[in-house]
């Protein structure tokens, strides 16, 4: 799942400008004034006829006279009108150009904290890349204490999170600290874990809520590593998921289905029942048509309505042994009614979409919709519920 990155170009400058990017929370003009403001960044509605000094920055919904004494002050093109107060941002100053690292409406945020991986998964929505990019993590650093207290739940993705080791203890602990009363879920393919010292090391950092998500793709080693293009990642993965629990850490298994996993899904779930009885959730997921899955469209794609008998088969047996069980990324039409129950509306509000069929059809709401990254394949089950 790739991480929450809004970026956009066109902000118009009216004052000198920084020569470095800088990261701050937005802030509207009623809130509390006398909190440091050095990561505040003023959000102007309506233009002032004079700016109030002391914060890092200026963002201007209209533009309106400014102080010459003034720095940073920005006038936001029209596309980032839904940028709001506890919004955290980076603004990148020579470029004129904004990223919205956090969204204190969204209930998924996102952050990604590696491109690093060691596996290189067909379908892989966020193709890993190799160069140090310890600065992801630097970012987050400073971005935490910057983040609503109330937020529900952050996510940490990669690349692989895992390949960050004390780092990534280090990020989790800081989140515990900023963010106690916030889930964080974590996905991982498991395989650094393996390593019982590091299945330890995030045991002990004593997070309140905290669910790793790791991929399992078959019950047959040599097709879950066909799948992650990777020698022994199979072993490894299962390795490291036993650690984690071992450690007491809760873990949900998650398969993609396409093309290449579909078939043996029944098989899967007999496989994660008799070993793996102890997680703590199993996702069975669509297919997110972007990244590797984009350019290997022809060997994975294949239309929900023709796995329904492997779906169905797979959440009866993961059901039955009382293991909690959820469908991801699946629109209600083309699941079987039997299914419904199982389906979450798991689609991050800001790549979400609907199509035509769906302004007709009466289940919308209870509809997780489609990736709006890509619907370069549809199923041909879609239609509209006239219930
Ligand atoms: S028609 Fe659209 S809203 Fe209705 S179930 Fe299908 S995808 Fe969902």
Redesign the pocket.
């Known amino acids: 799942m790739p991480a929450l990155d809004l970026s956009a170009a066109g902000l118009k400058p009216l004052a000198p400008r920084s020569s470095e990017p800088f990261i701050g929370v937005l802030r509207g003009l009623t809130e509390d004034s006398a909190t440091a403001r050095d990561k505040e960044i003023l959000l102007v509605r309506r233009p002032l006829a004079r700016l109030p000094p002391g914060f890092r920055g200026y963002l201007l919904m209209e533009e309106g006279w400014v102080d010459p004494s003034l720095k940073d002050v920005y006038v936001l093109p029209s596309n980032l009108g839904y940028l709001a107060e506890g919004d955290v941002v980076r603004i990148h100053p020579t470029r004129g150009a904004l990223t919205t690292l956090y969204r204190r409406t969204s209930p998924s945020n996102t952050f990604l904290v590696t491109e690093r991986c060691d596996n290189n998964c067909l379908m892989c929505s966020q193709p890993p890349r190799k160069q140090d990019d310890s600065w992801l993590v630097d970012e987050l650093m400073e971005t935490l204490p910057l983040i609503s207290p109330e937020t529900r739940e952050l996510g940490i993705t990669g690349g692989e999170p895992s390949l960050l080791k004390g780092r990534l203890i280090e990020l989790l602990e800081r989140m515990k600290h900023h963010l106690p009363r916030t889930s964080v879920h974590l996905l991982t393919n498991g395989r650094g874990f393996a390593n019982p010292e590091l299945a330890r090391a995030l045991a002990k950092v004593q997070h309140p809520d905290l669910m790793l998500g790791v991929p399992l793709y078959s019950d047959l080693p040599e097709a879950h590593d066909y799948v992650v293009q990777a020698l022994g990642a199979f072993d490894e993965t299962v390795r490291g998921i036993l650690q984690l629990k071992r450690a007491r850490v809760r873990v949900e298994l998650r398969c993609v289905i396409h093309a290449q996993t579909y078939s043996r899904l029944p098989q899967l779930a007999d496989f994660i029942t008799r070993n793996l009885l102890f997680v703590d959730h199993v996702a069975l997921m669509g297919l997110e048509q972007m990244g590797f899955a984009r350019a290997n469209l022809g060997l994975l794609w294949i239309d929900p309505l023709d796995y329904q008998a492997q779906l169905i088969a797979a959440v009866r047996t993961l059901s039955r042994a009382g293991l909690d069980t959820s469908i991801y990324n699946h629109?209600?039409?083309?699941l079987p009614t039997e299914l419904h129950s199982f389906a979450r509306k798991s689609i991050s509000d800001w790549k979400n979409l609907?199509?035509e069929?769906?302004e007709?059809?009466?289940?919308?709401a209870?509809?997780?919709?489609?990736f709006a990254s890509g619907l370069a394949k549809r199923s041909r089950?879609?239609?509209?519920?006239q219930d």
């Open positions: 629109s209600l039409c083309t609907y199509v069929e769906c007709r059809c009466t289940r919308r209870d509809c997780g919709g489609f089950g879609i239609q509209p519920f």
